[in-house]
């Protein structure tokens, strides 16, 4: 079976981390007998080298924002050339930009086009415009273009036929999945990243990991963050994530506005984030907008719990193992940590059987090898 996955780039992030998993676990399942290509719109990414090794073939069509009209019709027509000599049984797009490109493949391959929508929702407040514009062309081709739609989450589904266009008729839904070897609990994590942090035992540590972008709501975060240290000595905050450094002015600015630099400590984008989840106490995902967020399923594999709003899965996703917020402005997230951090000091007991259980939760529900069955048989059926 020969399958080609067409996206955007293989940087870090949420599809391109997923598109990752589900590669390695077909390739290491299935080995020979599965073939994997990968297109990307945009050359170099994080995972190419990993993807490389397990013996996926990656091309890119180097296409950039300021390629003009003519530039762009030469890439399409290199994508065309590279699938008839190829001549996949699957074509897999992610995400906005990457299903567009396909609407221009040779009609001949539009019933195996399968479309991956990663958005829960978009708006101008915090989508671009671009973004916007790329769905809902894609809502109105989705008639004609894939024989399915795939989603992450059930919020994802209701947005994109509601607002955007999308056919009701090719919808399919698919939930991450993740591997309980790749993420878990470990002592040792946790002393190392406290010693390397100078972090002390009765200390309290909270966690954010995220790229820095409106729709991850970072502000509210800080300016609840720093209402909660008047009532709690030893409370701090670590944030993870692309350009979670000093070098962001924005950041820099609250932090320093609320005199709380000894506070917040910022450490920029990790290779991995296993050893962040298991130093950290809780992890708050406050986000605007989500749709399937990684880091929530992730941290409570590593018996970390999560205070999220409710965006996307998040709520499915935590279910009654974690906690979710009403609303998530500033006032909201602040009563939300104080009640969680009152749990975590007075109610050890409870505690303890909360984080087994996350992590119990996860493995049981969102497994990596559910969601790769899935993925081969909505191609297949």
């Not at 940087?11 to 080995?31: I, S």
């Not at 390397?196 to 990991?209: E, S, W």
């Not at 920029?268 to 605007?288: M, R, V």
């Not at 602040?334 to 984080?355: G, P």
Request: charged content about 25%; some cysteine; hydrophobic content about 40%.
């Amino acid at each position: 079976m020969k399958i080609l996955h067409i996206i955007n780039s293989l940087k870090k992030g949420g599809a391109e981390g997923n598109l990752y998993r589900l590669c390695v676990t077909h390739k290491k399942k299935y080995k020979n007998k599965i073939d994997i290509i990968i297109v990307t719109l945009i050359a170099d990414g994080f995972y190419e080298q990993e993807l490389k090794k397990i013996g996926v073939k990656i091309i890119s069509l180097g296409i950039n924002e300021n390629y003009k009209i003519y530039s762009f019709a030469k890439k399409i027509l290199t994508l065309r050339k590279f699938i008839k000599k190829n001549n996949p049984n699957i074509i897999q797009s992610w995400m906005y930009h990457s299903n567009f490109i396909s609407i221009f493949l040779p009609k001949i391959n539009y019933n195996k086009i399968y479309w991956n929508i990663r958005h829960s929702e978009l708006n101008n407040k915090i989508s671009k415009k671009i973004t916007i514009i790329l769905s809902i062309i894609c809502g109105i081709f989705s008639r004609i273009v894939p024989k399915k739609i795939i989603y992450c989450s059930e919020k994802s589904i209701k947005f994109h036929e509601n607002n955007h266009f999308y056919s009701k008729k090719k919808t399919s839904l698919i939930n991450n999945g993740y591997s309980h070897k790749n993420y878990y609990q470990a002592n040792n994590l946790r002393t190392n990243f406290r010693k390397i942090n100078k972090i002390k035992k009765v200390d309290i540590i909270l966690g954010y990991a995220g790229r820095y972008s409106k729709q991850k709501n970072i502000e509210a975060l800080l300016i609840s963050f720093s209402k909660i240290i008047k009532n709690y000595n030893n409370v701090y905050l670590y944030m993870a994530g692309k350009n979670i450094n000093l070098k962001n002015k924005r950041l820099t600015s609250i932090v320093l506005k609320f005199q709380m630099d000894k506070k917040i400590f910022f450490l920029d984008e990790q290779k991995s984030l296993l050893e962040f989840y298991n130093g950290i106490d809780l992890l708050i995902l406050p986000s605007h907008s989500e749709s399937f967020p990684n880091v929530v399923a992730e941290a409570m594999l590593c018996s970390t719990p999560v205070l999220a709003s409710d965006a996307g899965c998040s709520k499915k996703i935590i279910s009654k193992y974690g906690f979710i917020l009403k609303k998530n402005d500033y006032r909201s997230i602040t009563n939300a940590l104080k009640k969680t951090i009152n749990l975590l000091i007075n109610k050890k007991s409870y505690w303890k059987n909360l984080t087994k259980n996350a992590r119990l939760h996860i493995k049981r529900n969102f497994s990596l090898e559910k969601m790769a069955k899935t993925y081969l048989d909505h191609w297949i059926y």
